[in-house]
């Protein structure tokens, strides 16, 4: 089976690694014959081209590499797995079996570019991956599969994403077979329960200093929290829902709020990063921040040296 991989980041690595080990050791099957992914992008202060994982992958390894999703090949299958583009009719058609996504959520809940980031921040116990067959909307086509994984207290972006991406691959290459050979019944997804996530940017880490003071002191700010990369979502600034937010951008773009070092409001304020943070009966409390320009340190490091600081 000749098989062409869309995809981007690091995290999608175990997908396309087991893909490929699987399909090239069966007997006259080829594995992944291409990957399209995203072009090298200027990066850092000297704006050195950079590859991405997926295309530094594939360049290792001798196999075809393409930049532009109307040059893909036909194969029998495409694997999608954040790739970070609608995929139009004219590619899908080149695959004698479609393309299947891997979505790290459970369509139709939180559609879109940021699935983990919002169900760590919805306060959500539990999450999961749908592989659907896609079609030219947002994560809309008929689910093939779907797995569930709790989520820990514990959890971020970061560790989260892995356990669901890893997990993914090993439950997308023992579907593959039945699914070509038509024995798994394909089920359409309820449009009318879809809940729609956006692209996360660094603006977005911002918290309200005014939630931290009331958090720091285990009380609920007034008014509600509206979370810019969930579609018509809000929740209330609590101590708890805080504390998930904070793990849900971490570690990109990370969270932060504003404090002044001298606790005059003359002063202009500084950016503080809050890089771990935990609730203790309920308070929130901070284990580990940064002040632009400056290293990481404990809380009780920073206030040590700022004794002044004060959120603003």
């Given at each position: 089976m000749k098989i062409v991989f869309f995809g981007t980041p690091d995290f999608v690595l175990p997908i396309l690694d087991l893909l490929h080990k699987t399909f090239r050791d069966r007997s006259n099957e080829s594995g992944v014959v291409a990957v399209v992914t995203q072009k090298p992008k200027p990066t850092g202060r000297e704006q050195k081209l950079t590859y991405s994982p997926v295309d530094t992958w594939a360049y290792k390894r001798g196999i075809e590499v393409i930049h532009e999703l109307a040059s893909s090949p036909s194969a029998d299958l495409g694997i999608l797995a954040a790739y970070g583009e609608i995929i139009p009719q004219a590619v899908i058609d080149k695959f004698k079996f479609g393309i299947l996504n891997?979505?790290?959520s459970l369509l139709p809940k939180y559609r879109g570019a940021s699935p983990i980031q919002a169900?760590?921040?919805?306060?959500d116990a539990q999450t999961g991956v749908s592989i659907i067959r896609i079609d030219t909307q947002m994560d809309h086509g008929p689910i093939v599969s779907q797995f569930k994984e709790d989520i820990v207290g514990t959890d971020t972006l970061e560790t989260l994403r892995l356990k669901l991406f890893e997990r993914s691959a090993q439950?997308?290459?023992e579907l593959i077979a039945p699914f070509i050979q038509g024995k798994i019944n394909l089920r359409e997804q309820n449009h009318d329960e879809a809940t729609y996530t956006t692209l996360v940017k660094k603006e977005h880490g911002l918290i309200p200093s005014k939630y931290i003071k009331k958090a720091i002191l285990g009380k609920e700010a007034a008014g509600s929290w509206v979370i810019p990369f969930i579609k018509d979502y809000s929740l209330t600034p609590a101590p708890r829902s805080i504390e998930a937010f904070i793990r849900a951008l971490t570690p990109w773009p990370g969270v932060w709020t504003q404090v002044n070092?001298?606790?005059d409001k003359k002063q202009p304020p500084r950016r503080l990063k809050i890089l771990k943070a935990h609730l203790d009966e309920g308070r929130?409390?901070?284990d580990e921040v940064q002040l632009e320009g400056k290293n990481p340190v404990s809380w009780e490091?920073?206030?040590?040296?700022y004794?002044?600081?004060k959120l603003e």
């Open positions: 891997v979505h790290p169900a760590i921040a919805s306060g439950v997308l290459v070092l001298a606790g929130l409390i901070f490091e920073f206030q040590r040296g004794p002044t600081a």
